[in-house]
């Protein structure tokens, strides 16, 4: 196995600039996950790594090679794609088989590398059948298979189970951790799923309009985001993101707005205020941020930082999901122009609880925030920081 570096990568289509100097690093043996919305760049990354797409500027590195030039076929990787790719005249056996046979393979050593990938990926009684007598999981696995024997430095996946419905899906995602258990690859996985992305990769590293917006374990993307198009895209629900002023009082440190009145005692305002007080004051000596908080880390108490008046209730067996605004709902006032990498997301309070929570549409309940959870970004979005440690 190699390492995979890009170093300063762009890729442009006239003027439409579509990866801006991404560098990354995947690490020997490494399982990272290229996650955003349509249209960030993760799959023209993976295909100028895989050297389907021409690079516009930067390097690429496989191992200690320089591949900018280097052909697909002499780069030493295995592509699995979003559709299977198979050929349906042939049988399971053929089609894990003909890649190596384009490579004149000796037979002996192809027929052992495709015996090994079946019992592996579970396709030894499915040998000897066609793709169309296969369900979608057992296409993709067939297309991880003729990956597999080709025994790269290098795997890379593009949206591999977007095609196969939510069961399959799940199953799947244990197929390829299970894969990259055994054979301790590298590998290079894009997806727009956050599910994928937490339960596969040993780091993540977040897109969004051709730049990289925090690539780290998915624990620490999902404590820690970068900024706030990390905390909103990574989280299902997503973070609740809300302006507030935030000002001293003989507590500590105080964060008012869109109906929140949040005080921090004086050991959980100490972590956050050095990054508070560097920023610019408003007219009354407040400074404008964004807080941020996730659903899980808003309770229920009987005196709270603000009342939810409750608009939907999703009750969704394993929890509850409430959507809602705090009483007194204030209008979002304009905190200064954002980069147009950082949109600001505003909305309702989303609050997840446990299901023997009893909330009813209309109903207004106090709410208080977990102190250790709060999240600070300023007015472009970029993480301050968070209450349980330095930024």
């Keep these: 196995m190699a390492t ?9 289509y006239g003027d439409v600039h579509v990866v801006r100097r991404l560098n990354l690093r995947v690490a020997h043996g490494e399982f990272v996950v290229l996650v955003g919305a349509s249209g960030c760049g993760k799959s023209t990354t ?15 590195r496989i191992g200690d090679r320089v591949v900018n030039e280097v052909s697909p076929r002499d780069r030493d990787i295995a592509m699995v794609f979003q559709s299977y790719a198979l050929y349906p005249h042939m049988t399971v056996r053929e089609n894990m088989a003909f890649g190596l046979q ?10 052992k590398r495709v015996r090994a990938a079946a019992t592996m990926l579970g396709l030894t009684d499915l040998l000897g059948r066609k793709p169309a007598a ?17 025994e790269p430095q290098v795997f890379l996946f593009d949206e591999p189970l977007s095609n196969l419905d939510a069961k399959l899906r799940v199953q799947m995602r244990l197929e390829i951790a299970r894969l990259h258990r055994r054979l301790g690859a590298t590998m290079v996985y894009v997806t727009h799923d956050q599910v994928e992305a937490m339960t596969l990769a040993d780091r993540i590293a977040v897109m969004h309009e051709g730049l990289l917006q925090q690539c780290a374990p998915p624990a620490e993307v999902y404590g820690r985001p ?10 299902s629900p997503a973070m609740n993101l809300w302006p507030v002023t935030a000002t001293r009082d003989a ?11 949040v005080h921090l005692d004086a050991a959980a305002a100490e972590r956050v205020r050095a990054a508070i007080e560097a920023l610019p004051q408003d007219g009354a000596g407040g400074r404008e941020v964004t807080l941020g908080v996730r659903p899980e880390d808003v309770d229920v108490a009987a005196i709270g930082d603000a009342v939810l008046a409750v608009d939907v209730v999703e009750p969704l067996g394993a929890e509850t999901i409430v959507y809602g605004q705090f009483d007194g709902h204030e209008p979002a006032r304009a905190h200064g122009r ?17 299901p023997s929570t009893q909330m009813r549409a209309g109903d207004k309940v106090p709410v208080r925030l977990r102190r250790d959870r709060l999240h600070v970004f300023d007015v472009h979005g970029l993480r301050l920081a968070h209450a349980d440690g330095p930024p």
Aim: hydrophobic content about 40%; glycine content about 12%.
């Design 338 to 354: 954002d980069p147009p990498t950082l949109q600001r997301h505003e909305g309702p309070a989303i609050v997840r609880v446990a």
């Design 46 to 60: 993976l295909r100028m790594v895989a050297g389907l797409d021409s690079v516009t500027a930067g390097t690429i």
């Design 102 to 111: 384009l490579r004149q393979t000796p037979a002996a050593e192809i027929d």
């Design 226 to 235: 970068a900024n706030t198009y990390v905390a909103t895209f990574i989280g």
């Design 251 to 261: 507590d500590g440190l105080c964060l008012r707005g869109n109906g929140l009145d």
């Design 4 to 12: 995979v570096e890009l170093e300063d990568l762009e890729k442009r």
């Design 134 to 150: 296969l369900s979608g999981g057992q296409r993709q696995r067939v297309a991880m298979g003729r990956a597999v024997v080709r």
